[in-house]
């Protein structure tokens, strides 16, 4: 309110310096959130003579109701509660709606929240207090800087103990040296002056105490902590003990020395302890350094988690038994050995050298107990025990066993078996050798922290109290189902408007997506890609209607419900011509070339053999006669009926026709004809008024014929009627040799 008289004063005062000025007083201001003020418009210019002024707030016009005229120049306004952290105030004279004057109203916040302590430099040291700190929070739109002073007020009077430009404060000239101390913090800027309430804070209540002093002991089965918070103060101590994100409360009621005994520990491993106090309502100290300790080993928190996996029968009814146990953590100092225990119905004890972690024995069919004894220096540290059931017997089993992958777990649900049950154990393992197995009493497990990609074998046990049930087997589960395999594409066989695509595919993984179909992507550098799916059973496509001698771009993609893989691209170039029709014409023309030849070599030989058969020369033939009584005028009877004549020694077609024109149709009428009958009567041989015979020699009677070369010659014939005609005659010739001898002449 003072800021509100100081405007006020001196707008009354400077009335009469302003009659001929309009405008808005004061020039600037700054209110506290939700206070009031009163702010003034002189509109004393000839251009709002009449004095009728309205105001408007970030322009929207504000009731006239909270505006007085209190002359002809000067009107208030009255701004009550105001909560604007910004505001445009504007004056305005009615008649001409010009703009007289403005300004801007900031707003500002008191200071609330004030805290002030003391504490140490370090936080390691003790005794007087060292530093006093005060705290607060403020709220401002002012443009220009707010300086901040802490006072302390004591009897009366003001001391300023340290100044800032930021809402804290510490000194360690001015430390307050008493029980309490009074302090006032204020703020100003160049508009305004503020400061808070006085606040009176106590020592023991707003004194930040030193570190700790900390000190752990490791025992066999616990730690025990202890510290020292504040020497030489009777005075109750709430403190904090924190190990591995655990926080305990402790209350020490004897001269700041506390303890505390941290039992719920693991055996052989790391743990990191620090511990910080406080008064009673004071802030805490700092965390003292932590102290990190390693663990023994518990013997009561030891557990082996002992199991088996039991293979099958051998040809010598032995059972091979892989016992298996958590091992020992490798940060447990001490010598540790195994030694297993394997107790038979017939109460026979056989012991088997054993690792860290398994141990391989060999057992009958029969019930068997294996105990496990675990040695820490030769003394007994912890013994455990695992049932082998009989080999062959019907055992209660876990039914519908169901595996379900997701996120790379792998989900394992199951049915109970009949009867009770103390729970169940789940193994797997991914390559028989390393196993993994936990219990658990609900009827399904989650299998996680899995090898991505691998399948594995999941066995589900039931427990019996002491013995076990029979196992149940889900195989091959993989924990997660990838990509197919890669796909090689080996052959492109391209002609002139399709091509086939050969591929293989490669790589297959066990875990890899079951292939449903392929995708044949193929296409040119100025064509869209086009694309054909193939079933899964087939690795080739025919890829039709292309364009002939042009580049293609192909890739093959194998899909599955997973996903699919593509390979990279293949190009091919198309053919300008079918290929085909350029095999079809080589090889024909191949065929026609090979008959041409052989065409000619058949004739040429033929023809050779033609040259080279000789021809009998008729100069060196002489004629035989037939001999025998009576058969003169047989011959020329036969000649002039036209029956063959032949000789003893003579073959069919070697005989000698005469062809006579008188004839009937039903006599052979060629030389081919008479030379195919099979009985023939003989024909005389017509002899010449010189005793010569004069014969035809035809060269289309027989192939035999030795006389094809020599012309034919006509004689004269004469018939029962006298009459003259031409008769053909056909000779056949015996040539002997010049020393063999003749019966003929």
Same mark, same amino acid.
């Given at each position: 309110m003072l800021k509100i008289i100081f405007v006020e004063s001196v707008v009354v005062n400077d009335i009469g310096q302003q009659e001929s000025s309009c405008g808005v007083e004061p020039p600037n201001l700054s209110l506290l959130w939700g206070s009031d003020a009163d702010v003034f418009c002189i509109h004393s210019c000839p251009d709002c003579a009449q004095g009728n002024v309205y105001w408007t707030l970030n322009k929207g016009r504000l009731d006239d109701s909270s505006s007085t005229t209190i002359n002809s120049t000067h009107t208030r306004l009255a701004l009550r509660n105001f909560t604007h952290h910004v505001a445009n105030l504007q004056c305005h004279c009615a008649q001409t709606r010009q703009v007289l004057g403005g300004l801007i109203i900031r707003d500002y916040t008191k200071l609330d929240n004030v805290r002030c302590m003391w504490h140490y430099k370090n936080g390691n040291s003790g005794g007087v207090p060292e530093l006093f700190t005060c705290t607060w929070t403020y709220h401002s739109h002012s443009l220009g800087v707010v300086y901040y002073s802490v006072l302390s007020r004591e009897s009366g009077s003001e001391v300023e103990l340290c100044r800032s430009e930021v809402t804290s404060c510490t000194t360690s000239q001015n430390v307050p040296d008493g029980s309490t101390a009074r302090v006032i913090v204020k703020a100003q800027a160049a508009e305004w002056v503020i400061q808070s309430e006085p606040q009176e804070f106590s020592l023991f209540q707003n004194l930040r105490m030193m570190r700790p002093r900390l000190r752990v002991t490791v025992f066999s089965a616990h730690l025990l902590a202890e510290w020292l918070a504040f020497p030489a103060l009777d005075i109750p101590v709430c403190c904090q003990v924190k190990h591995n994100q655990v926080i305990r409360n402790v209350t020490l009621t004897e001269v700041g020395q506390g303890e505390l005994g941290i039992a719920e520990v693991d055996s052989c491993r790391y743990y990191t302890v620090s511990v910080r106090c406080a008064f009673s309502e004071a802030p805490w100290s700092d965390w003292s350094n932590g102290v990190t300790v390693l663990t023994r080993i518990n013997r009561k928190k030891v557990n082996l988690h002992l199991w088996r996996e039991i293979g099958a029968p051998g040809r010598d009814g032995l059972r091979d038994v892989r016992v298996m146990w958590k091992p020992i953590p490798s940060a447990c100092r001490g010598t540790f050995t195994f030694a297993l225990n394997q107790t038979s119905a017939n109460e026979t004890d056989l012991e088997g050298a054993c690792g860290n972690s398994t141990c391989e024995v060999r057992v009958d069919q029969n019930q068997q107990t294996l105990r496990l004894s675990v040695f820490d220096s030769a003394a007994l540290l912890v013994e455990e025990s695992v049932h082998v059931p009989v080999s062959g017997r019907s055992a209660p089993r876990v039914s519908d066993l169901q595996t379900r992958t997701e996120d790379g777990s792998i989900l394992v649900s199951w049915r109970p078996p009949p009867g009770p049950v103390t729970g169940y154990m789940v193994d797997w393992t991914h390559d028989g050798l390393q196993y993994h197995w936990s219990r658990t009493s609900s009827l399904n497990f989650t299998l996680r922290d899995l090898l991505d990609l691998k399948p594995y074998n999941i066995t589900v046990t039931p427990l019996l109290g002491d013995e076990t049930g029979g196992a149940s087997s889900a195989q091959r589960v993989c924990s997660r189902i990838g990509d197919p395999g890669s796909v090689s594409i080996y052959d492109v066989q391209a002609r002139d408007t399709s091509a086939i695509v050969r591929w293989t595919l490669r790589s297959q993984e066990a875990c890899s997506g079951v292939i449903d179909s392929y995708s044949v992507y193929y296409r040119t550098d100025t064509e869209p890609e086009l694309n054909v799916t193939v079933h899964h059973t087939k690795q080739q496509v025919v890829l039709k209607h292309l364009t002939p001698d042009t580049q293609y771009r192909v890739q093959v993609k194998a899909n599955s419900l997973a996903g699919s893989r593509e390979i990279r691209e293949m190009s091919f170039t198309t053919k300008r011509f079918d290929p085909r029709i350029i095999r079809v014409l080589s090889i024909s023309g191949i065929v026609a070339f090979i008959l041409i030849l052989a065409v000619g070599l058949i004739c040429a030989v033929q023809w050779r053999n033609f040259q080279e058969k000789a021809v009998p020369d008729p100069r060196l033939s002489s004629l035989a006669l037939w001999s025998g009584p009576g058969r003169?005028?047989?011959?020329?009877?036969?000649?002039?009926?036209?029956?063959?004549?032949?000789? @003893?020694?003579?073959?069919?077609?070697?005989?000698?026709? *005469?062809? /006579?024109?008188?004839?009937?149709?039903? &006599? @052979?009428?060629?030389?081919?004809?008479?030379?195919?009958? *099979?009985? /023939?009567?003989?024909?005389?041989?017509? &002899?010449s008024s010189s005793g010569e015979s004069s014969t035809l020699l035809s060269t289309e009677s027989c192939s035999s014929n030795p006389y094809r070369s020599q012309n034919s010659v006509e004689i004269p014939v004469?018939?029962?009627?006298?009459?003259?005609?031409?008769?053909?005659?056909?000779?056949?010739?015996?040539i002997f040799e010049e020393d063999e001898p003749r019966d003929r002449k």
């Open positions: 003169e005028d047989k011959r020329r009877q036969d000649f002039f009926t036209g029956q063959p004549f032949h000789t @003893p020694s003579e073959s069919v077609c070697e005989r000698v026709y *005469t062809e /006579t024109p008188w004839l009937d149709d039903s &006599q @052979p009428t060629s030389a081919t004809d008479l030379c195919d009958q *099979t009985s /023939t009567a003989e024909k005389p041989l017509l &002899q004469f018939k029962s009627k006298g009459k003259q005609s031409s008769v053909t005659t056909y000779v056949t010739l015996d």
